[in-house]
């Protein structure tokens, strides 16, 4: 079975810096999805960044983007010009590319506070 | 395009009682999941539909949880009875992706908070 740990419960940094959340996960797979969700205080979870195994290229979306490490097993989000609507807690997730069951597996989160 | 609706967004029960969620999926979408998400945790997959079949129940606690997915739009969680440890925040999430089909986004809806006393 597969699995995702993320070592920080908490980060922080001063709005406008950059900030790295840490991600790791475990699978025997070869091809498969990650993903970066953020989750803010109204608990509705938002998809920040998506990145596919096969891709060697890391993702990037504005603000956003990952440092993907395949053979390290490795997934970690930076965040530039940190800004205070960034402040949540993240979640790193893993979905399997293959087969009928597209669950999404979730580590324990990143709670990310943006100090002015 | 309307998100995923869920309803109630709190609610608070005695041990040993009934509850139930409700899910209204975004429009069009096949696929629905539930995820469970306890104080401090990531969300855990309960159960994930397609259309009104079940494709994955493996996590569900049956003897206590039930879900339906009638016509394949709207679906309902039931917890009966209720434990302690039941206490979470209930997800819902949407998704346009079939079994095995190329990837497609999911969607989540604004959960449902749950307190057991």
């Known amino acids: 079975a597969q699995t995702v740990t993320q070592s920080q419960p908490e980060m922080s940094v001063q709005e406008a810096e950059t900030v790295t959340l840490s991600c790791t996960y475990d699978?025997?797979?070869?091809?498969?999805?990650l993903f970066w969700y953020k989750q803010p205080p109204s608990r509705q979870m938002i998809l920040v960044i998506r990145?596919?195994?096969?891709?060697?290229q890391n993702a990037t979306e504005n603000r956003f983007s990952v440092n993907f490490q395949k053979a390290a097993k490795s997934f970690s989000l930076k965040i530039s010009d940190s800004q205070l609507g960034d402040a949540a807690m993240y979640f790193c997730?893993?979905?399997?590319?293959?087969?009928?069951?597209?669950?999404?597996?979730f580590g324990q989160g990143t709670r990310l506070t943006i100090n002015p | 395009e309307a998100g995923v609706a869920q309803s109630p967004r709190y609610k608070i029960i005695e041990k040993r009682q009934s509850v139930a969620f409700w899910c209204n999926p975004i429009?069009?979408?096949?696929?629905l999941y539930w995820y469970q998400q306890i104080l401090g945790q990531g969300p855990k997959l309960l159960i994930q539909?397609?259309?009104?079949?079940?494709?994955?129940d493996s996590q569900l606690p049956k003897d206590r949880f039930s879900a339906e997915r009638l016509k394949g739009v709207d679906s309902t969680l039931k917890i009966q009875p209720a434990k302690l440890e039941d206490s979470a925040v209930y997800l819902c999430a949407s998704s346009s992706e079939l079994a095995g089909g190329p990837y497609n986004e999911q969607f989540f809806g604004p959960g449902t908070r749950l307190t057991v006393l």
């Open positions: 429009s069009g979408h096949a696929t």
């Open positions: 539909f397609q259309n009104n079949g079940v494709v994955d």
């Open positions: 699978t025997s797979e070869s091809d498969y999805y």
């Open positions: 997730a893993y979905r399997s590319f293959y087969g009928g069951a597209q669950k999404l597996v």
């Open positions: 990145q596919e195994a096969y891709k060697q």
